[in-house]
């Protein structure tokens, strides 16, 4: 077992989580459908791993109208378009650390997709090692994926529940000038998209970076309990909400917390600051 | 969109947008593609120097901007743009702008309607809230010109 492997044994849920090496060895595994979910829309065209394909967060998980994901028929089409089955094993990679794919895999949480899991390390892992990359799209056979209604009890939160949640467990993943108000403030320049700074009451700033290496891996799972358990005095089996600026940082924490440390009840508040930061009448911490 | 819609525009950014409504959607995307690629290496007074260049924090990732104006009569504009190759969507918004802007005077590149940006049938391949980064750009060209031009009619008044 290579050390990589042993951090990822130790984690709660190890099954989320592949190295390099395993996706390498199942490139041609034809129960694995490997895709590419990156804040870049075109990174993908540029080059990608072989055989992966592109799952675009806000063109192919949004809804072109409303602010929502799209619905079950949608989602269904989305995965039967990339060969996808109920039981398929997806592994999501991304650049950025990973943020788009943890969301990707997050909303295809929301719709009960048994096993998905992210590359460690991410894009950059991958090139980094110096391994193959093409710009060839696969041919897919499409598949028949079931209608499945996403299910948001669980996994995600919205500004009502948040509202009452105030004075749990609440983690603010931004950087710290986000957390403070400080970056609203640029005069002549386009806003930031809220019309408020500063954070929701009583939510501890543990910057979703802290959870990563410098090169985008995981940290192993004791220095992830040093910070979310020691020093924020976060219990498994809290109720806790995390939230960010519009979810996507959020789900990283939210992947680290649920299936990294094996807490029972994390919600994403997916609204986060883009919505409490423009909504009238909800308190505001600074 | 109809051709007056474009009337209001420079005409090399007319004629690229124009490029641009020409293809289908994906078609979009590759041809934004190109561009970034395209995007010429910064010259030597830049390259290794983001110090004196402008951070547009409106994009998603990190893109520097250099705005210089000549001092000749038509106070040519020349734009300068540095991005990282994993940014391919920033540098090809930054292609934009400088296929349609660089080399145009200044009072032109001023006139630019602040929504050009979605002049370009983007805003449904790449979604609309990936198209802030342009507008931050070509916000903060526009205001640069207006400060360099400034600053060479002052001069050239004492």
């Known amino acids: 077992m290579t050390e990589h492997d042993t951090k990822i044994v130790a984690y709660a849920h190890p099954e989320r989580l592949v190295t390099t090496d395993w996706l390498a060895a199942h490139l041609d595994d034809p129960d694995v459908v490997v895709l590419e979910s990156d804040e870049d829309v075109l990174l993908y065209d540029t080059?990608?791993?072989?055989?992966?394909?592109?799952?675009?967060?806000?063109?192919?998980?949004?809804?072109?109208?409303?602010?929502?994901?799209?619905?079950?028929?949608?989602?269904?089409?989305?995965?039967?378009?990339?060969?996808?089955?109920?039981?398929?094993?997806?592994?999501?990679?991304?650049?950025?650390?990973n943020w788009w794919?943890?969301?990707?895999?997050?909303?295809?949480?929301?719709?009960?997709?048994?096993?998905?899991?992210?590359?460690?390390g991410g894009r950059a892992k991958w090139v980094a090692e110096g391994r193959e990359m093409t710009t060839d799209v696969p041919e897919v056979t499409p598949t028949a994926y079931p209608v499945v209604e996403r299910d948001d009890s669980r996994l995600r939160a919205f500004k009502d529940q948040v509202r009452e949640h105030i004075g749990r467990p609440m983690v603010d993943v931004r950087s710290p000038g986000e957390f403070s108000g400080e970056l609203l403030h640029m005069p002549d320049y386009p806003q930031e998209g809220a019309m408020r700074g500063g954070h929701i009451p009583g939510a501890r700033s543990v910057p979703w970076a802290r959870a990563a290496n410098e090169d985008g891996t995981f940290r192993p799972r004791e220095e992830l309990e040093a910070i979310y358990l020691e020093e924020q005095g976060l219990a498994p089996s809290d109720d806790v909400v995390a939230y960010c600026r519009i979810g996507e940082r959020s789900s990283h924490t939210w992947f680290v917390l649920t299936h990294l440390l094996g807490f029972e009840k994390v919600r994403n508040y997916d609204g986060s600051w883009t919505e409490w930061g423009n909504s009238v009448g909800v308190p505001v911490e600074r | 969109m109809a051709v007056d819609e474009r009337a209001d525009l420079p005409k090399g950014m007319a004629e690229l947008a124009e490029d641009f409504h020409a293809v289908s959607e994906k078609e979009r995307l590759q041809l934004l593609l190109e561009l970034s690629q395209e995007l010429p290496a910064l010259p030597e007074r830049y390259a290794g120097h983001q110090e004196v260049m402008e951070r547009v924090d409106e994009c998603q990732s990190p893109l520097f901007l250099a705005v210089e104006v000549v001092d000749d009569a038509p106070r040519t504009v020349q734009l300068f743009f540095d991005a990282p190759a994993e940014s391919p969507t920033t540098r090809g918004f930054a292609g934009i702008l400088r296929e349609s802007l660089d080399g145009l005077p200044a009072e032109e590149v001023l006139a630019v309607p602040d929504d050009a940006p979605y002049r370009f049938g983007l805003a449904d391949a790449v979604s609309p809230l990936r198209m802030r980064g342009m507008v931050g750009m070509l916000s903060r060209i526009k205001r640069q010109v207006r400060l360099r031009r400034e600053a060479i009619d002052a001069e050239g008044r004492a």
């Open chain 1, 47 to 97: 080059g990608h791993i072989p055989g992966a394909l592109k799952l675009d967060w806000h063109l192919d998980l949004n809804d072109p109208l409303s602010r929502d994901y799209v619905g079950g028929e949608r989602f269904a089409e989305v995965m039967g378009e990339r060969g996808i089955g109920r039981d398929t094993t997806v592994v999501i990679y991304g650049d950025k650390s």
């Open chain 1, 101 to 120: 794919a943890a969301y990707a895999l997050w909303v295809m949480s929301l719709f009960g997709h048994e096993d998905v899991r992210l590359l460690d």
